[in-house]
């Protein structure tokens, strides 16, 4: 269906041929499913060789900022427009450190490299380790167990969270969403993205479906392809997603407003699993990469950041990259067994070492001092963060928030000061892996600070601290075109102590000889355990 004919330029075609790796294998996230689509009702679309092309529609919500459309009066324009950037966040879906061209990859990224290049880069960037606790961090500025998201496998974001879109549409912002959405099961029409603050949605709701049909898993799954609240996967078979989103992107992006700011949320699916990807993306790695899914995974990578190509190549054409925040964040590491690395951090996707949660990032934008310009920044940021920085940005306030955990980094990015960001809460995950409470209060000598059978994770300055995760193992794992060497620690017991400024790749467990440091630690969990909300429904 799409081939490449040369940088940024994708053609449709009346056949294609893809490369499939364990198609059948999709990931966890398929535990939530529900046969109930909502009806095509409210939502208005036009047919055109073969597009689907969206308007936005008015909603009614609870909130009373959330009752819009695109060409709205009623958000509250308390700045004058001109002086507020536009505002383009990508988001890429299990992307690992090592697979980025400026982290010495083989996979070619010349966009993104470019870009980083030019802007700044930001190497202390943290996000959670799985994909929906990543997602409601950013979009509220909140730490996942103030939210009821603290379980794993859990994809469902309050209805009372007030977003970044709902913030930035209540300051005048044109707000757009495509791609992977991920924060509302399938059953809760309210909490689908056109209700949560976004003025039109192109996307999918879940955390994985095929590139190509765009359904939840076989050939006889429910579609998941969504016009606002309207399901038009059938318009769309057949189209790879990683293009159809950029396409929607660019289209978005010739059609606004240039008096009106414009958010743009763009959530690739790339490159989480199943491993698909058209097959002249693939030829280029064929004698670089002998390994199937690594050679898949590079060739999804380079497509999207040809995507990324595309979409900021509009930006420029329609002269609203002079005026634009470009963010481009990964949402956690990346998979080794669907072809990620992490090289030469220690572990993966769904773990709190650092290769599962330390992550791919930069800012490009011409509002970056030009000492900065082309730099990298060590200083300590989370996801979180981005929700009062942009809203800085769009001078707008933070009335009628609940508690942020984010904090205002934009003159640690544009200007290089130092953050004000001392800590971290990595996770806490009060039970088992999959949510369960501890009825066995078994501890350690530390007992008396903290129970260390929960699952959390902590950093402080340079010291970085996890508990319970005695029998989850993090392996370092080379990619095969390294020699695909896997080198597993020894055992660790329940408590973990690095220095990551000095031993990022966390190869030596100092907690045996900084007890008062572990215990300095595990007092800031038990302050933060207070946060739990059990109950994803009262968030």
Request: aromatic letters at 10%; charged letters at 25%.
């Amino acid at each position: 269906m799409i081939a490449l004919l040369g940088a940024h330029n994708v053609q449709q075609q009346s056949s294609f041929q893809s490369r499939k790796i364990e198609s059948g294998e999709l990931s966890e996230e398929f535990t939530f499913l529900d046969e109930n689509i909502p009806s095509k009702e409210g939502v208005n679309f036009t047919q055109s060789d073969g597009r689907v092309n969206v308007s936005s529609v008015t909603r009614d919500h609870k909130d009373n900022f959330r009752n819009k459309d695109a060409g709205s009066t009623q958000s509250q324009n308390l700045f004058p427009e001109e002086k507020r950037p536009n505002i383009v966040f990508v988001l890429a879906d299990d992307l690992g450190w090592h697979d980025v061209g400026y982290h010495g990859s083989i996979i070619d990224t010349p966009n993104i490299d470019h870009l980083a290049a030019e802007g700044v880069k930001l190497e202390n960037y943290y996000v959670s380790s799985w994909c929906a606790p990543s997602r409601v961090n950013l979009l509220t500025g909140r730490y996942r167990i103030r939210t009821g998201l603290y379980g794993d496998v859990c994809d469902f974001m309050g209805i009372h969270e007030i977003t970044l879109a709902d913030k930035l549409y209540e300051a005048g912002y044109y707000t757009a969403m495509v791609g992977k959405w991920h924060l509302s099961g399938f059953q809760h029409r309210e909490c689908y993205p056109a209700h949560r603050g976004f003025q039109t949605f192109l996307g999918f709701h879940g955390g994985s479906q095929n590139y190509f049909t765009h359904r939840r898993g076989g050939s006889n799954s429910e579609y998941d392809f969504w016009a606002n609240d309207t399901s038009i996967g059938r318009e769309y078979d057949g189209r790879y997603s990683t293009m159809v989103y950029a396409e929607e992107a660019q289209r978005i992006i010739r059609h606004h407003r240039t008096e009106q700011p414009l958010f743009l949320y763009l959530s690739f699916q790339a490159v989480h699993s199943p491993l698909l990807v058209p097959s002249a993306y693939e030829d280029k790695y064929r004698t670089g990469i002998e390994d199937d899914k690594r050679r898949v995974y590079a060739a999804m990578t380079s497509c999207m950041d040809e995507a990324i190509g595309n979409v900021t190549d509009t930006l420029k054409e329609t002269g609203l990259w002079n005026k634009t925040v470009f963010i481009f964040s990964s949402d956690n590491g990346g998979t080794p067994t669907f072809g990620g690395s992490n090289w030469p951090l220690r572990g993966r996707k769904g773990l709190w070492y650092e290769g599962g949660i330390r992550a791919v990032g930069f800012v490009n934008s011409y509002l970056l001092s030009n000492h900065v310009t082309g730099s990298t920044n060590h200083e300590l940021i989370h996801i979180t963060d981005w929700f009062p920085t942009l809203l800085r940005l769009a001078k707008t306030d933070l009335h009628r928030l609940k508690p942020l955990d984010g904090i205002d980094q934009w003159e640690t990015i544009s200007q290089g000061k130092k953050t004000n960001r001392k800590e971290v809460l990595l996770n806490f995950l009060p039970g088992n892996i999959s949510g369960n409470i501890n009825e066995n209060r078994e501890g350690e000598a530390t007992a008396d600070y903290f129970d260390t059978m929960p699952f959390a994770a902590i950093r402080v300055g340079d010291w970085k601290l996890l508990t319970g995760n005695k029998d989850s193992i993090g392996n370092w794992e080379k990619p095969a075109e390294l020699g695909m060497l896997i080198i597993q620690p020894q055992n660790h017991g329940r408590i973990e102590l690095y220095n990551v400024k000095k031993d990022p790749e966390e190869r030596e467990n100092m907690a045996d000889e900084n007890t008062l440091k572990v215990h300095e630690l595990l007092l800031k969990l038990k302050e933060y355990s207070k946060l739990v909300n059990n109950d994803v429904r009262l968030a």
